[in-house]
Structure formats: structure tokens, C-alpha cells
């Protein structure tokens, strides 16, 4: 049974398999952002991108950059990394903000 699942994979080894698995849930917390942002803004009855969108774009990045950096793919690695840049300067500003609307009560 446990051979299926590397043959099902394409992978040769167990450490492959969980390189497989580490970019596959990077790329469940990256899918993971489109749905909160979907129920955001059903609920909000507009479109609406929440705090959360980003925290999950951040994590999901990370994850699928490790992935990248193991598989040393030069175009996976670039892709990530310059959306972990855009997905951190979203959260600095949305933070900043939040600090500065704080300190003015």
C-alpha cells in the first residue's frame, strides 16, 4: 500500500513524497485565501479583501518558496518571492494604519 502512494505521486522516495506534501499544503493555504476572501465578501455584499486574505497569501508564499527553493526552480522561486514582498508590504500597511487610527484616540 505505502508504495501506491509513491508511484501515484511519481516520487521515488518517502523524502520526496513529503516535499510533495509540503508544497501541496502551500498550496491549500494559498487556495485558502481566495475562499476567505470569497465568504468576506458575500457576507459584506461587495468586494472586500480581508486581513486574513493576506496572512494566508504570506503563509501559502512561504511554503510554495521552500517548495521552490527544494525543486531550485528558478521561475517557481522568482513567482513566490516577489509576491512575498507585495504580501508583506499589504500587511505592513494595513498594521501601520491600524497603529496610527489607535494612537489618534
Do not use: C
Amino acid at each position: 500500500m505505502p508504495e501506491i502512494l509513491l508511484s501515484w505521486f511519481h516520487v521515488a522516495t518517502w523524502r520526496e513524497f513529503g516535499w510533495i506534501m509540503v508544497g501541496l499544503t502551500g498550496q491549500l493555504l494559498f487556495t485558502g485565501r481566495f475562499l476567505v476572501q470569497w465568504v468576506s465578501s458575500e457576507r459584506e455584499k461587495r468586494s472586500v479583501i480581508p486581513v486574513a486574505f493576506w496572512y494566508l497569501s504570506l503563509a501559502g508564499g512561504i511554503v510554495l518558496f521552500t517548495y521552490a527553493v527544494w525543486r531550485r526552480d528558478p521561475v517557481f522561486i522568482l513567482g513566490q518571492s516577489m509576491g512575498l514582498v507585495i504580501y508583506a508590504r499589504n500587511l505592513w500597511l494595513i498594521h501601520t494604519e491600524r497603529f496610527a487610527s489607535r494612537a489618534k484616540v
